[in-house]
Antibody, heavy 123, light 110 residues
Framework: EVQLVQSGAEVKKPGDSLRISCQAS????????ITWVRQMPGKGLEWVGR??????????SYSPSFRGRVIISSDNSISTAYLQWNSLQASDTGMYYC??????????????WGQGTLVTVSS | QSVLTQPPSVSAAPGQKVTISCSGS????????VSWYQQLTGTAPKVLIY???KRPSGIPDRFSGSKSGTSATLGITGLQTGDEADYFC???????????FGGGTKLTVL
């Protein structure tokens, strides 16, 4: 059974750094892209970016809205993807989901989703 | 402002049918697969439809999808109160190499 298990809720102050995680199981981690999605309170889904764990050093991309603000990485040895901020802002508050792309054609759909990690940034 | 356009809300009575539209462009819906996601209150999104019109195992055939040109439609028949949720369309956008979503549609079963 494919599962994506995300790290727990975080409460941080503006300027803090943070890394949240998404641990995969039930499939070959390197075989499928992982995407991160933000959902601000009461709002829709926003694509943050994605990584191809089979080539994590070069195969990644970000939404223009998030480029330069977050870093997506992975550690294949523990089947885990990460979303990282070096300096949080209050506007980063939201629920963050990881999702696995279809393993046959990454452009088809987001097949499996994590349970979400709530990030709250407040002074 | 979302790249894909959905109506903010739809409503219908139990047992009735409803459709939710999703409008895009040639760089996204027009040349890529569309998928639909259901998000029940307080839960993660779940895929309902993929490849424009396919249902994952376990999704009842009350849910259907279609695509024509640069638009897609989600249909739900035999509405149940448990179908109350937010519904999002999504696809890859080839011009910006990014996944894009619709703004979401809130379904109310009256």
């Amino acid at each position: 059974e494919v599962q994506l298990v995300q790290s727990g809720a975080e409460v941080k102050k503006p300027g803090d750094s943070l890394r949240i995680s998404c641990q995969a199981s039930g499939y070959s981690f390197a075989g499928s892209w992982i995407t991160w999605v933000r959902q601000m309170p009461g709002k829709g889904l926003e694509w943050v970016g994605r990584i191809d764990p089979s080539d994590s050093y070069t195969s990644y991309s970000y939404s223009p809205s998030f480029r330069g603000r977050v870093i997506i990485s992975s550690d294949n040895s523990i089947s885990t993807a990460y979303l990282q901020w070096n300096s949080l802002q209050a506007s980063d508050t939201g629920m963050y989901y990881c999702a696995r792309h279809d393993n046959i054609n990454a452009y088809r759909y987001l097949q499996y989703w994590g349970q979400g990690t709530l990030v709250t940034v407040s002074s | 402002q979302s790249v894909l356009t959905q109506p903010p809300s739809v409503s219908a009575a139990p047992g009735q049918k409803v459709t939710i539209s999703c409008s895009g462009s040639s760089s996204n819906i027009g040349n890529n697969y569309v998928s639909w996601y259901q998000q029940l209150t307080g839960t993660a999104p779940k895929v309902l439809i993929y490849d424009n019109d396919k249902r994952p195992s376990g999704i009842p055939d009350r849910f259907s999808g279609s695509k024509s040109g640069t638009s897609a439609t989600l249909g739900i028949t035999g509405l149940q109160t448990g179908d109350e949720a937010d519904y999002f369309c999504g696809t890859w956008d080839s011009s910006v190499s990014a996944w894009v979503f619709g703004g979401g549609t809130k379904l109310t079963v009256l």
